[in-house]
Nanobody, 125 residues
Framework: QVQLVESGGGSVQAGGSLRLSCGVA?????????MAWFRQAPGKEREGVAL???????TYADSVKGRFTISQDNAKNTLYLQMNSLKPEDTAMYYC??????????????????WGQGTQVTVSS
């Protein structure tokens, strides 16, 4: 059973930066898994932010391109999301997600079978 644990959320002013981390506790093979970050603001649907595929290729939502970077440390079984130039509209609960037996999939919540508990990011103007 794969377990995901996010950390690194918090409150920051617009223009600031945060780095989210997602620790993966066993049960998966990185080279055949896809990992992603999603976010969900109150009253809105969960939306994809960034994805890294089994071959380490990446994709980003248009709203975060050039500001957010997804990366991974395979030795630490950890996924990161570096968020720069944060905007109030980035305020949301951020979730880490994993899909096993995957090299590449569209960035939709239904495509992922493991989820973390979420970490809150609040950006004030």
């Amino acid at each position: 059973q794969v377990q995901l644990v996010e950390s690194g959320g918090g409150s920051v002013q617009a223009g600031g930066s945060l780095r989210l981390s997602c620790g993966v506790a066993s049960g998966y093979t990185r080279s055949t898994s896809c990992m992603a970050w999603f976010r969900q603001a109150p009253g809105k649907e969960r939306e994809g932010v960034a994805l890294v595929g089994g071959a380490s290729s990446t994709t980003y939502a248009d709203s975060v391109k050039g500001r957010f970077t997804i990366s991974q440390d395979n030795a630490k079984n950890t996924l990161y999301l570096q968020m720069n130039s944060l905007k109030p509209e980035d305020t949301a609960m951020y979730y880490c997600a994993l899909r096993t037996s995957c090299t590449w999939i569209p960035l939709y919540p239904a495509n992922f079978n493991y989820w973390g508990q979420g970490t809150q990011v609040t950006v004030s103007s």
